[in-house]
Each structure stands twice: as C-alpha cells, then as structure tokens.
Nanobody, 117 residues
C-alpha cells in the first residue's frame, strides 16, 4: 500500500521560500508520476507541479519560474522548492502519486503553507 508523508509547510513572509518534502513508501511498480497539488479555502484542488520517471516536468502557469519539483530516487522522496512566495500561494499542499496505466492516485495528508506578513 502506497503511503505518502509530507513535511516542510509553515508560515513564511511574502518573498520568502519553503521546501516541501514527500516521503513515499510501499511503491511496488515503476510506471508512475509524482506531483504536488494545492487547495486554498473554498477552491478546488489544483495541480502545482508533476515529475515523471524520465525527469520531465510540468508546472501550473502561476508557479512557473518560482517553484521547482525534484526527486531523490534513493530516498523515494519528492521535493517542491518554492521561492518568491506570495499570499496567493497560501493553501494546503498535497503530495500525489499517479499510476500512469490506470490514472489511480494516492494522496498524502497535506501540509499547510501560509504566506503572510
């Protein structure tokens, strides 16, 4: 059973940086992608960034140039480096594993990111 555990959220001032981590376990297959989603109060959960096993990535337009997704395969961990944060980035951030052959997803419990002065 896949388990995803996020860490690294918190309170940061506008213009600051945070790095989120997601430790994955129980992965018994290779055809998947890892990603980060976020959900602000009263809004839907949206994709922030995704990385595939070949290293290719995609990003939401709102975070391009500010956020970077990466993986450490030896540690089964995916990261989201977030720079130049704005209050609009405030949300609960969720780690996501997407099985590419059937589009079934697993989710972490979420970590709160608050950008405020």
């Amino acid at each position: 059973q896949v388990q995803l555990v996020e860490s690294g959220g918190g309170l940061v001032q506008p213009g600051g940086s945070l790095r989120l981590s997601c430790a994955a376990s129980g992965i018994m297959f290779s055809n998947y992608a890892m990603g980060w989603y976020r959900q602000a109060p009263g809004k839907q959960r949206d994709l922030v960034a995704r990385i595939y096993n070949d290293g290719s990535t995609n990003y939401a337009e709102s975070v391009k140039g500010r956020f970077t997704i990466s993986t450490d395969n030896a540690k089964n961990t995916v990261y989201l480096q977030m720079n130049s944060l704005t209050p609009e980035d405030t949300a609960v951030y969720y780690c996501n594993l997407l099985r590419l052959w059937n589009r079934v997803a697993s989710w972490g419990q979420g970590t709160q990111v608050t950008v405020s002065s």
